[in-house]
Nanobody, 116 residues
Framework: QVQLVESGGGLVQVGGSLRLSCAAS????????MAWFRQAPGREREFVAS????????GYAASVQGRFFISRDNAKNTVYLQMNSLKPEDTGVYYC?????????WGQGTRVTVSS
């Protein structure tokens, strides 16, 4: 069983930055593929960014490419999402996602609100 706890959300003005963190339990964290998803009010959950087990490969949704950066620290069992140049459309609940083998896990989410 993998538990994921997100933190770092909050209220920020347009153009600002936030860094989200996701702390994971489990001794095999360094083998997990990790990702961030988000869900805006009234919309479906969508992919934001992903990173492989070593941190050597990452991917981003087109809407955040060049503004958001995913990273991980396997020594701390933590994955991060650095969010820059935030826009109102980035508002939503951000969820951490882990894949252990073929089994997916989700965190409880952290809310990000970008005010104009």
């Amino acid at each position: 069983q993998v538990q994921l706890v997100e933190s770092g959300g909050g209220l920020v003005q347009v153009g600002g930055s936030l860094r989200l963190s996701c702390a994971a339990s489990g001794r095999a964290f360094s083998s997990y593929a990790m990702a961030w998803f988000r869900q805006a009010p009234g919309r479906e959950r969508e992919f934001v960014a992903s990173i492989n087990w070593s941190g050597g490969s990452s991917g981003y949704a087109a809407s955040v490419q060049g503004r958001f950066f995913i990273s991980r620290d396997n020594a701390k069992n933590t994955v991060y999402l650095q969010m820059n140049s935030l826009k109102p459309e980035d508002t939503g609940v951000y969820y951490c996602h882990a894949t252990e083998g073929t089994v997916p896990y989700w965190g409880q989410g952290t809310r990000v609100t970008v005010s104009s």
